[in-house]
């Protein structure tokens, strides 16, 4: 689903860059989005969002027993003048002096989900010139396959702005995860382990132990966070965050480090037991209050996130078919 998409943006990027021409991260969400769908569901609704807070869709994991992984996500682009590589995370509006990146964190409180990025990025030929003298189990940075459509935390973000300074967007796409890897990925995740001690039996194991589907999805986003964590030299603090009704995990600690918010309070809210009302409009056909609709592009919803993935041979088949119909498109996406 997610691998066939990404397949379709990575065509349209490189179509577009043959063309000497830059593509936009609408149109590669509407090529993502129509791609997956019907396997997925989406909705969309206000194109006046990003002033307000800088986030475009709400992005719903939800596994067949309801549990579900909600994100707030803001498009972006890893552009290149040169050698320089950036993503854009502190453009501000007209007006308005605070950066989008925090106005995205800030905005997620609206729906206790975790504030996070959808970055389209090329492909190796584009990347080229891209400098990272870190690896991806023994492949350079740049030439990572399937990243051309990847995903991150806005802390992830957040800490590259604070301490990498011009390079923040090197440093963010190094930490920036396949977006079809996160939930349904081919080897089992990794424990991670925390800095905080002392955490609640059941966040130990869900941090130890393999996971799928929505529980794997806040886990692979949350493990650069932690990785981040554990490079700040400041001691853990064990106080905890204020409870999150309906959260998976409501007894959380307080720790933020050098992060803006609360990391794993922040993180791991988005992670519910059931199914948060906005989706459950989306897959039942209702259009969510107002409330929602006036502060998002749309909400995506991927039910069965924790199910099986398909045979490769189909996967390889059908992504071969989308190639070939786009092809012969003369439609401009644009």
Not at 181 to 187: C, H, Q, S
Not at 263 to 283: I, K, N, Q, T
Request: aromatic share 8%.
């Amino acid at each position: 689903m997610l691998r066939l998409a990404r397949i379709a943006v990575d065509h349209h990027m490189a179509k577009r860059l043959d063309d000497d021409h830059m593509w936009k991260e609408t149109t590669a969400t509407d090529i993502l989005l129509s791609t997956a769908s019907p396997r997925i569901r989406y909705a969309e609704f206000n194109t006046a969002h990003e002033k307000e807070h800088g986030a475009d869709w709400l992005w719903c994991w939800v596994d067949r027993d309801g549990t579900t992984f909600c994100l707030l996500v803001q498009a972006k682009i890893l552009k290149t003048r040169g050698k320089r590589w950036s993503i854009d995370f502190t453009y501000k509006s007209k007006g308005d002096n605070r950066p989008q990146i925090s106005k995205l964190i800030a905005a997620s409180d609206r729906y206790e989900a975790a504030a996070a990025y959808i970055l389209y990025c090329g492909d190796a030929q584009y990347r080229a010139t891209l400098e990272c003298d870190r690896r991806h189990a023994g492949v350079p940075c740049r030439e990572r396959d399937r990243v051309g459509v990847s995903s991150f935390s806005a802390l992830v973000a957040e800490n590259a702005v604070n301490y990498y300074g011009k390079d923040a967007g090197v440093a963010a796409f190094h930490a920036a995860i396949p977006l079809e890897d996160i939930a349904g990925p081919d080897n089992l995740d990794t424990p991670i382990v925390p800095l905080t001690r002392g955490l609640p039996e059941d966040l130990a194991r869900f941090l130890r132990q393999p996971q799928r589907g929505a529980r794997r999805v806040a886990k692979e986003l949350l493990r650069p966070v932690e990785q981040i964590r554990i490079g700040q030299f400041t001691t853990a603090v064990l106080e905890r965050a204020k409870p999150v009704a309906g959260a998976l995990f409501p007894d959380l600690p307080a720790d933020r480090g050098h992060f803006s918010v609360p990391y794993l309070a922040h993180m791991l809210r988005g992670l519910r037991a059931e199914v948060p009302s906005y989706a459950r409009d989306v897959l039942e056909g209702r259009t969510p209050p107002a409330w929602v609709t006036d502060h998002l592009a749309g909400i995506v919803v991927i039910t069965d996130a924790d199910a099986l993935p398909a045979a490769a041979g189909r996967l390889a088949d059908y992504a071969h078919k989308v190639l070939e119909d786009q092809s012969a498109s003369a439609t401009d996406w644009d």
